[in-house]
Every structure is written in C-alpha cells, then in structure tokens.
C-alpha cells in the first residue's frame, strides 16, 4: 500500500486499485489548474503501474465530489491568458488512460466536477450526489466537455435544461437518466467502487483495455468505423493467452487465471 500526499491530490496504490481522492474539502474540492496537473498526472503514473488495475476518482469528505472548476482562481482571467495557458486544457489527457476510471461521486458534482466525473467510464454515486453545469450562472460555458458528453448521457433536452438554465439532477434522477450506473448509501460508496475495481483486477488487462477503447470508438467515430474497429480489435483478442485461459476455464469449469499476456 502506497499513499502519496500532493498539494490537493492525494493518491494511494492498494494493489490491484489505485485512488485519487480530490483534497480541498474547504472549497468544496473545487478544482485549480494545481489540482488538475495533479490528477491527471497521477491518472498517468497509476496507468503506468503495473500491479494498478482500475482507477478510482473521488472527493474528500462527504460534501462534495468537485463543485467545479475553482472560481477564484478564475475570476480575473483574462482571454488572452486562458489561451496562452492553456487553461484546462489538460483534461484531454485523461482520455488516453488505458485502465478502467471509475467515479465515485460523494456528493456535488459541478460544472468541472460533473465534466470529470464524465470522463471516468464508470460513476457511481451515493444518495446525496448531485449532477449540474451551472457555468452560465457565471457567465461561462462548460468547458471540459459538458456540452458535449451530456447530451449523450442524458438526452438532449434534460442536457439543454441543465446547460442553459443550470438545473441538478438528483442522484436518483441521474441513475434514471443513465447518467450514472448506481446509487449506493454513502458509507458504501467506496466500499462499493473498491469492490467494483477488484473485479476488473481480476479480469485480463490488455482485455479490458480493448473493451474500453472501443466502447470510446462509439463517442469519437461513425457506426461503421466502430464497428470495424471493433471487429478488428476482436479478432486481435485470439493473439492472447488471455483468451486461451479464459475460454479453457470455462470448459473445465473453474475460475480463470488471466496473466495479461
Ligand atoms: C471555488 C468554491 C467553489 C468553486 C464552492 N467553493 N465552490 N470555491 N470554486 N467552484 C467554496 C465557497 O466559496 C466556500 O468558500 C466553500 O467552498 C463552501 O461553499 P458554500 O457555497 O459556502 O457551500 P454551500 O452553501 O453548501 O453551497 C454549495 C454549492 C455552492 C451549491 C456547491 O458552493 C456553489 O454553487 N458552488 C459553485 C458551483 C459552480 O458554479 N461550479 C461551476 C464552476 S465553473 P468560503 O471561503 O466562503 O468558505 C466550472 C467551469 C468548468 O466548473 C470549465 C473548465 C474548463
């Protein structure tokens, strides 16, 4: 077990799962460019580490998930120096994590913090989480992919409402919606997620990755070149002893002993 205090990120390793805990439970775990670099660079050493399967994204405390991207830190940002930094820009990295994310959403879940857990592939959230993109009530426009991945997740006009007239989805109405996988109390959330993790562990990891990169192929091609990349991607699974193991379990009627090759 390996535990890494970073400025507003804490991380820890517990073989085969590895956690990111969003750390400023004073501001609501909003998230400043700090805090940002930090989980996505934590996403990228965890991905990198071989004994970590799945990757579980939280929030301090019992409040929030992340209510959004830090205000303060924003509030006197000019267009030029948003450009020139590249001001969140770095999010995209998330996406070409490998390993399975799963969101743990402990409470508000705002604007960023709504974008990110939309980033992971899975979310589950416990009964007092909240879902919103409350960004024009400031004067902004989500910015990390709200316009854009709620829609699919929601339907178009629950998206609409959320986006231009900043309403929240309760936890009950996300799971309704297809927005999150499930709701659990809230002393099981992460009891919930780790137990989630400790499944994809033990399953094959090149298998797993394949799965994820194509389920992605859904939201960033056409039908007919998903599909052929799923194909391909498929067929490709028959180089793995992963396969041979899995299939050769079955038959004999015993659980599976996958090695990642
Ligand atoms: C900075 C924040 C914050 C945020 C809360 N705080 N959210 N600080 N950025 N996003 C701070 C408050 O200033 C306060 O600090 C402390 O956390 C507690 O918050 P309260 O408002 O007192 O709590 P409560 O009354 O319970 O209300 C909870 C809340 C509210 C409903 C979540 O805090 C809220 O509306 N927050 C902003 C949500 C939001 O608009 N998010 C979108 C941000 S824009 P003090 O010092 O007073 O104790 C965004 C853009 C993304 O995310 C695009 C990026 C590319």
Redesign the pocket.
Known sequence: LVQVMRAVVSMKIDSPVGKITIARP???N??SMEAMQEIVHASHHLDRTDDVKAIIITGEGN??FA??????E?ASQQYSEAYKRR??EG?RELRDVRKPIIAAVNG?A????C?VAMMADIIIASENASFGQ??V??G?I???G?TQRLIREVGKSRAMEMILCGRRLSAAEAEQAGLVSRVVPQDQLLPEAYRLAAKLGALSAPVIAKAKDCVHRAYETSLAEGLRYEQREFWSCFALEDQKEGMRAFLEKREPHFTDS
Do not use: H, N, S
């Not at 705002?110 to 913090?113: A, F, H, P, R, S």
């Open positions: 004073k501001a609501l909003a998230v409040k929030a209510a959004g991207a830090d205000i303060k924003m001001f969140m999010w508000y705002l604007g960023g913090g974008e409350p960004e009530t400031l902004v989500p910015g990390m709200g």
